[in-house]
């Protein structure tokens, strides 16, 4: 499949858990849209990691919005509070965008603390007819980065390769083998598998507006409406007040302040609920952004065509990560969400900066070592502590395992395919209480504590 879909625009704060439950909701409105005449009731009910965080990451939200029809890309604060206010006051839907119900939040949407064993992020659909018998029903898996698969999808053995396609690259082996024969670079080899979906103009307009939409992100979290973030923690947003301190310094280490302020704005936007690209997740949207607002601003001859060349490199490197082990924090904590995107920014930043593949390859195993056993603790379920900082770091940990891989001599010890299959298995290992569930960590402590 192609690699573009790594990177998707949709709404915060939360792929797996805001963006996975609209798309989620859209299917079923698909699955149904036939049998909307017979639909009088729709009852909704979230699992385990989707239930547990599910208010704090608005997936009760989210469901609502998608079964009005609502497409996460179109989703503005003003169609969302529409959507809100008619099914919470009113307690009525727009099944589908097309035919009204009633809909009662109380009991129509259930929260279940239970995991169901394919996924911890799982949320079930069903409709009802007049004689409440339920005439579709469907379960459908948040796996992170805003995919999301049915239950028959997830019982379904994956094939890891395309015998269809002339390119397959299932690990960075694969890389190696295809830079041997042909001495390509990272970025020629992820836009030639690309070629096989797309055609260049299509490849290069999708990433031109990824980049537009990361960079919008960026402004208006320097401009923000609201002085602080919603929920209990009533977290100052901090972005404006840094941008406005902002100025040049002689302190070398100034550009940390910088790349700081990338990261934490567009965090911030995604925390508010903003439109934000899901790079590979929306817990860590701002760390692939930050780097490239790096080299934008402060390096020379980042231009359109180098912009290409990282997001490609960049989703080529999130997709082994998919592949091979997870982007959700459900699923292997924080370490699968901005550890994976350190990884992906330090491995396509080897790139445009003249790295060959081994290179990139090692900057991307460097930032990912250097993150692994990383949990997934949000303070009350909300992606603001320990998240807006934690993509800060991401992005200056991916900027230095660049520069450490492009001045390396030595051989690595490590390959980056063993330090994905050491990320999976440590998330494996990890308590469910440090992934995504607010059960521990920072979730609990700041939970018992006034902050």
């Given at each position: 499949m192609s690699n573009l879909s790594i990177f998707k625009i949709g709404i915060g704060p939360s792929s797996s858990h805001t963006l996975g439950p609209i798309l989620a909701a859209n299917l079923f409105c698909d699955m149904i849209e036939s049998?909307?005449?017979?639909?009088?009731?729709?009852?909704?009910?979230?699992?385990?990691?989707?239930?547990?965080t599910g208010k704090g990451h608005l997936s009760d939200n989210a469901a609502i919005?998608?079964?009005?029809?609502?497409?996460?890309?179109?989703?503005?604060?003003?169609?969302?509070?529409?959507?809100?206010?008619?099914?919470?006051?009113?307690?009525?839907?727009?099944?589908?965008?097309?035919?009204?119900?009633a809909f009662n939040y109380e009991s129509d949407l259930i929260f279940d603390s239970s995991f169901l064993p394919l996924h911890p992020n799982a949320?079930?659909?069903?409709?009802?007819?007049?004689?409440?018998?339920?005439?579709?029903?469907?379960?459908?898996?948040?796996?992170?980065?805003?995919?999301?698969?049915?239950?028959?999808?997830m019982q379904a053995i994956d094939s890891i390769s395309d015998t269809k396609q002339k390119i397959n690259i299932n690990n960075a082996k694969d890389l190696m083998e295809i830079t041997k024969k042909t001495k390509q670079n990272l970025a020629k080899i992820a836009l030639n598998y690309e070629l096989q979906f797309n055609n260049l103009d299509y490849i290069r307009n999708y990433c031109l507006e990824i980049w537009q939409?990361?960079?919008?992100?960026?402004?208006?979290?320097?401009?923000?409406?609201?002085?602080?973030?919603?929920?209990?923690?009533?977290?100052?947003?901090?972005?404006?007040?840094?941008?406005?301190?902002?100025?040049?310094?002689?302190?070398?280490?100034?550009?940390?302040?910088?790349i700081s302020l990338y990261a934490i704005?567009?965090?911030?936007?995604?925390?508010?609920?903003?439109?934000?690209?899901?790079?590979?997740?929306?817990?860590?949207?701002?760390?692939?952004?930050?780097?490239?607002?790096?080299?934008?601003?402060?390096?020379?001859?980042?231009?359109?065509?180098?912009?290409?060349?990282?997001?490609?490199?960049?989703?080529l490197i999130g997709s082994l990560y998919k592949k091979n082990a997870s982007i959700s924090g459900a699923e292997a904590g924080c370490q699968a969400e901005i550890g994976s995107a350190s990884s992906m920014a330090a491995g396509a930043m080897a790139c445009v900066l003249g790295g060959n593949v081994a290179q990139c390859c090692n900057a991307a195993e460097i930032a990912m070592e250097h993150h692994l056993g990383?949990?997934?603790?949000?303070?009350?379920?909300?992606?603001?502590?320990?998240?807006?900082?934690?993509?800060?770091?991401?992005?200056?940990?991916?900027?230095?395992?660049?520069?450490?891989?492009l001045n390396r001599k030595s051989t690595p010890s490590v390959s980056l395919d063993a330090v994905i299959e050491t990320m999976f298995q440590t998330g494996k290992d990890m308590n469910e209480k440090y992934k995504e569930t607010a059960l521990g960590g920072l979730a609990k402590t700041l939970s018992n504590s006034v902050c």
């Open positions: 049998k909307l005449d017979s639909i009088n009731r729709i009852a909704v009910r979230l699992f385990g990691s989707l239930s547990l919005w998608g079964l009005n029809g609502l497409k996460a890309k179109d989703a503005t604060h003003e169609i969302q509070a529409q959507i809100l206010n008619n099914a919470l006051n009113n307690k009525h839907i727009l099944l589908c965008g097309k035919k009204d119900i949320i079930s659909f069903e409709a009802y007819n007049t004689q409440n018998n339920i005439i579709a029903s469907e379960t459908y898996y948040s796996i992170g980065g805003g995919f999301v698969k049915t239950q028959s999808q939409v990361m960079q919008d992100s960026y402004m208006q979290g320097c401009h923000p409406k609201e002085e602080n973030l919603p929920g209990p923690l009533h977290l100052h947003r901090r972005a404006k007040g840094m941008f406005e301190r902002m100025h040049p310094t002689t302190d070398p280490f100034g550009i940390i302040d910088y704005a567009i965090a911030e936007q995604n925390a508010g609920g903003g439109r934000v690209v899901t790079a590979p997740t929306n817990g860590a949207c701002a760390v692939i952004p930050a780097v490239m607002l790096y080299l934008k601003n402060h390096t020379v001859g980042f231009n359109d065509d180098a912009i290409i060349d990282f997001l490609l490199c960049a989703m990383l949990t997934c603790d949000p303070a009350f379920g909300l992606v603001q502590i320990p998240c807006i900082e934690r993509n800060a770091f991401g992005a200056i940990k991916a900027i230095s395992a660049a520069r450490l891989a």
